[in-house]
């Protein structure tokens, strides 16, 4: 387990909330949380995205599903953030998407090929606007 590592919770206190791209006053944002699933006997740290429903998403599951799915962690407000975040009870629920080794290998060389944490977020909010109808 990495040091500072907790499990994945429903409290704000854990969590980062990141505007897409910081040079736009009015930017979309995503609520991210780094942690690892309770029932992970590894305790393997990952990066889980709140979806628009209260459910978190791990990044590399995520990343596996259309653009055009982009919407379900994307929120235009604080506000649209904070009411979804104040409901949340109890243990985390998590979307479970099936990840293969091929899945996570395309993930982390894509990661590698951005080259920083912002150019990705700037990379999800063009690919999140071109699938927008």
């Known amino acids: ?4 590592a907790h499990p994945l919770i429903n ?3 854990a969590c980062k909330l990141i505007k897409l ?3 736009e006053p009015h930017s979309p944002l995503v609520l991210v949380q780094q942690g690892y699933l309770p029932h992970d006997p590894q305790s393997r740290v990952r990066l889980f995205f709140l979806q628009r429903d209260g459910m978190w998403i791990d990044e590399i599951g995520r ?3 259309p653009d ?3 919407g379900k962690v994307v929120f235009d407000t604080v506000a649209e953030v904070l009411e979804v975040i104040s409901r949340l009870a109890g243990p985390p629920l998590v979307r479970e998407v099936p ?3 091929a899945d996570v290998r395309a993930y982390m060389a894509r990661v590698k090929s951005v080259g920083s944490p912002e150019t990705a977020f700037q990379d999800f909010l063009a690919r999140y606007r071109r699938s927008k109808p």
């Open 11 to 13: 409290d704000y206190k």
């Open 63 to 65: 990343s596996t599903l």
């Open 99 to 101: 990840v293969t080794d």
């Open 1 to 4: 387990m990495a040091t500072g």
């Open 68 to 70: 055009s799915e982009a």
């Open 21 to 23: 791209d910081p040079a």
